[in-house]
Structure formats: C-alpha cells, structure tokens
C-alpha cells in the first residue's frame, strides 16, 4: 500500500524565520510528488517534483526530491502570516491517476 | 490550469436525506475525475475514481450504494451522498484530471453538516 508521511505534524515560528517541511513516502511505480498549500478551502498547487536533485523555487519557496532516500523537502524562507496553512505532501504512480496524501503539516506563522 | 467550480459550497441536511454536490470543469473537458473527503484536522482521503461514460472505482472502505458518482458528461461529475448520517459530515472535494494525468486540478470543496 502507497504511503506517505509527513513530519512535523504542526510547526509554529516567528515570522521571518525559515522553515523545513518534510515528506517520505513509499510507493510503486513513483511517477512525481506534489506540493500542495491548503488554507480554509482546498488545496492550491505549489510544486510537482518528478526528478531528483533538481531544486523547483517560486519566489520564497523551494522544494527537492531524493529519488534515492525517498523523500522530499519543501523550504519557506522569510516567513509571512500569510504563510499559515496546512502543506500537504502527494505521491502520484504510473498505472492510475490517483494522489496518496500525507496528513498534513499545519504551519503557524506568529507576527 | 483548469478551473473547477462545485456546487454547493455547503450543505446542511437532516439525518436520512440524501445529498448532491456538483464538480464543474469550466474551462476543459475531464476525462477523469476524483471525490475525496477530507475529515477536520485530518488529510484528504480518496474516495472514488470516476471515469467520463463509465462506473465509478471506489476505494477500499467506501460504500458505492451509499456515495453514488454519476460523471455524465466531460464536464460534470456529482456525488451524491444516500441516507445521510451525521458522520457522514465532512468537506468533500473534487478533483480532474487531464489526459496526462501531470496534475490534478481541485475544485473549492463543499462542506456537508448532517444534523
């Protein structure tokens, strides 16, 4: 069964600080890990990683995958309030179209 | 990307009536489409797999007769949820897939209360 864990489960830091979100998974036929910010609604997109060692940035956030450990890590620099969320982690195989979900990283951004 | 709208945004219903929620594709056709349900504080679990012009793939667990998915047409897909129950209550969201299946595209979610 596809697996996907998410560590930590809630941060809370001061804005400005940086942070380091992390995602392992365990799946067959690996096709590409996603990114995912959820605030109040459902998710909005942030990132698809499908090769390793090749960092994908947009503005503040970066995000890389190891193929090789299995995992992946999404970094948010200068942190703002408006960063506060849940950052969700997904793993999507060859062979069907379905997204295994991690639970979640809860983010806390204090001003 | 795409653009997917669902209707309602939320629900409120009385124990033992049913419940449908749409999922709209604006602006592509869908060829594939996915209901999750996402319970407070807790991830979004897949519910079903559904395929334009064909039935429904549910996952282990999910009772097909009780969470009907109709996807009619490459625009439209709706769940309905039969007999509700109060455990029943949870933010179901939608999803689509195009044919490459690079991304999914989810819509803004409904939220049920079955009182």
């Known amino acids: 069964e596809d697996k996907v864990v998410q560590s930590p489960l809630s941060l809370v830091v001061h804005e400005g600080d940086t942070v380091t979100l992390n995602c392992s998974y365990e799946?067959?036929?690996?096709?590409?890990l996603l990114w995912y910010k959820q605030e109040k609604k459902a998710p909005t997109f942030l990132f698809m990683l499908?090769?390793?060692?090749i960092e994908k940035k947009s503005g503040r956030l970066s995000s890389i995958l190891d193929k090789k450990e299995l995992f992946s890590i999404l970094n948010i620099t200068a942190t703002q309030t408006g960063d506060s969320a849940v950052y969700l982690c997904?793993?999507?195989?060859?062979?069907?179209?379905?997204?295994?979900f991690g639970t979640g990283t809860r983010l806390t951004i204090i001003p | 990307g795409a653009v997917v709208s669902q209707h309602p945004s939320w629900v409120i219903c009385k124990s033992g009536t049913s419940v449908k929620i749409e999922c709209r594709s604006l602006d592509f056709q869908a060829t594939t489409m996915f209901w999750y349900r996402q319970f407070p504080k807790q991830s979004l679990m897949l519910m079903a797999t559904?395929?334009?012009?064909?039935?429904?793939?549910?996952e282990q667990g999910v009772e097909k007769d009780k969470f009907l998915i109709n996807h009619a047409s490459l625009t439209l897909s709706t769940l309905t949820v039969t007999s509700a129950h109060p455990e029943d209550s949870s933010f179901y969201i939608c999803s689509l897939s195009d044919t490459s299946y690079n991304e999914q595209f989810f819509g803004p979610g409904t939220r049920l209360t079955v009182l």
């Open positions: 499908t090769s390793s060692g």
């Open positions: 799946v067959t036929n690996f096709r590409s």
């Open positions: 997904a793993v999507a195989n060859f062979g069907n179209e379905k997204l295994t």
């Open positions: 559904s395929n334009e012009g064909s039935k429904a793939t549910y």
